[in-house]
């Protein structure tokens, strides 16, 4: 089954809940045009957007019976908590040297569980924590980007 | 004349300021490992280092009537003054991503100007000032750098 268009957003479409079929990506996901996945129920289908920018709930395919909706997964991530401006500038200029997608926001930044990170968490200084996060919004890359 | 050494630091040696003979260099040059320049009295100069990173004050030669050294010039810069750690973060992570040479310190970055990043200063809304500044050490870079 082939999808090429966002229908619209569960939020905003009645639907039964019960009745929606999966397609479940990880937050990089959220930014391919192109994507080939199996659904909840074990059907194949094949993504090809025109544009990037997939959102939690995103719906690529409705009728009568079904119902095909995107969802993220729950992903280990990072919660980084500086303790002070010169802290968080560090550590933000360093994840974006490294083009690490990360959400900046409420004094905290997330970005996904990457091992490699934690050097500059050590050399930083900063506190942080695992948790589990649900990357509902695709990343959006700005500037220099390759 | 050729010189590949750095001999010590004017901090650090005995010497008279009026016999010095400069080597004007902007910020970026201080990583430069090979640099062909013309000093204050105008002689010509090729500099060719084994490693990288120059400091202002750094002598590269030296006798009894004449003493080589490095200096950095004023530069034009912004200094820019983040609210919130959220600012703060969101600023220097799109600094990060454009592998922007900055100083973070302070509360506040520093970066040499440069038109293109006003862009990002009114997306994050943050304040800021132009000032001459001369960077008397060289950027280390970290991490991804290309
Ligand atoms: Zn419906
Ligand atoms: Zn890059």
Chains 1, 2 share one sequence.
Request: hydrophobic share 35%.
């Amino acid at each position: 089954m082939r999808m090429t268009k966002v229908i619209g957003n569960l939020e905003d479409m009645q639907h039964d809940k019960e009745k929606v079929e999966w397609i479940e990506l990880d937050w990089e996901e959220l930014n391919k045009r192109i994507l080939r996945k199996t659904t909840t129920t074990g059907r194949e289908v094949a993504i090809v957007l025109d544009e990037q920018g997939l959102r939690y709930g995103d719906v690529l395919f409705h009728n009568d019976t079904s119902t095909i909706a995107i969802r993220t997964k729950l992903e280990p991530a990072y919660v980084i908590k500086p303790a002070t401006l010169t802290e968080m500038g560090k550590v933000a200029f360093e994840l974006g040297n490294r083009h690490t997608p990360c959400i900046i926001e409420d004094d905290e930044i997330i970005v996904r569980y990457d091992q490699t990170l934690e050097v500059i968490f050590r050399e930083t200084g900063v506190a942080y924590v695992e948790a589990e996060k649900r990357f509902n919004e695709p990343f959006k890359y700005k500037g220099h980007h390759h």
